[in-house]
C-alpha cells in the first residue's frame, strides 16, 4: 500500500508540474510587436493635435524606425546609407525650376516657429558664405530643407517638404535665407 501511495504522490506531482509547465507558458512576455503596438495605441491615445503639432506626427515611416531602433547605439555605415538613399529619392524639386524665394519671409518663417524651433536642427550661421552661392549650393540646401535625411541620416534637423511641414514657396524662401549674400545668416 505504500507504494501505492508513494508512486501516486509522484504521478501527481508530475502532473502539477506539466500543469505549472503550461501555465508558464502562457504567461511568457508577448512579443515585442505586440508591446510595441499596444505602446503606440496608448501613446496616440494620450495625444491631441493642438497647433501644427499634428497627431500624424506619432505615425513613424520607415526612417524614423531605423532611428528609433539605433537611438541609444552607434548607426551602421550600411544602415545610414540605406536611410540617405531612401530619403534622397523623396525629394522633389520644384517643376519651374525655382529653388529661391524671399529670405525675409524664410526668417520670418524660421523665427516664428512654423518651421519648429531654432534647436530641432544644425546652426545656420553662415550657411552660404561657406558653402559659396552657386547654384550646386541652391540645390544642395533645398535638398537638405526638404529632407534632411538624405544628406545625414537620422538627422534632428526636421525634413521640412517630406512631412509637408512647409509649402513649396515656404522651402523656397527658407533656401534664399541659407544662401541669398544678403540675408543675415550669412553676414
Known amino acids: 500500500m505504500r507504494m501505492t501511495t ?11 508540474m506539466g500543469a505549472l509547465g503550461a501555465l508558464h507558458g502562457c504567461a511568457t512576455a508577448p512579443a515585442d510587436d505586440a508591446v510595441a503596438a499596444r505602446a503606440a495605441a496608448s501613446l496616440k491615445s494620450s495625444f491631441a493635435a493642438r497647433g501644427q503639432a499634428g497627431l500624424q506626427r506619432l505615425d513613424q515611416d520607415e526612417t524614423q524606425k531605423l532611428c528609433s531602433e539605433y537611438a541609444n547605439r552607434p548607426l551602421p555605415a550600411s544602415v545610414a546609407e540605406k536611410i540617405q538613399q531612401a530619403n534622397l529619392a523623396t ?3 520644384p517643376a519651374d525650376g525655382k529653388l529661391v524665394g524671399d529670405w525675409k519671409n524664410g ?21 552660404g558664405k561657406l558653402r559659396g552661392f552657386t547654384d550646386e549650393t541652391r540645390k544642395y540646401a533645398w535638398g537638405k530643407v526638404y529632407n534632411a535625411d538624405a544628406f545625414s541620416a537620422c538627422s534632428n534637423m526636421p525634413r521640412f517638404g517630406h512631412s509637408a511641414i512647409l509649402t513649396e514657396q515656404q522651402l523656397r ?3 534664399a535665407l541659407l544662401v541669398d549674400p544678403g540675408s543675415p ?3
Open 107 to 127: 526668417e520670418k518663417i524660421a523665427q516664428s516657429g512654423q518651421g519648429f524651433q531654432f534647436s530641432d536642427g544644425p546652426s545656420l550661421y553662415r550657411f
Open 173 to 175: 524662401d527658407v533656401v
Open 185 to 187: 545668416v550669412n553676414q
Open 6 to 16: 508513494i508512486g501516486g504522490a509522484v504521478t501527481t506531482l508530475l502532473l502539477a
Open 91 to 93: 525629394i522633389r524639386y
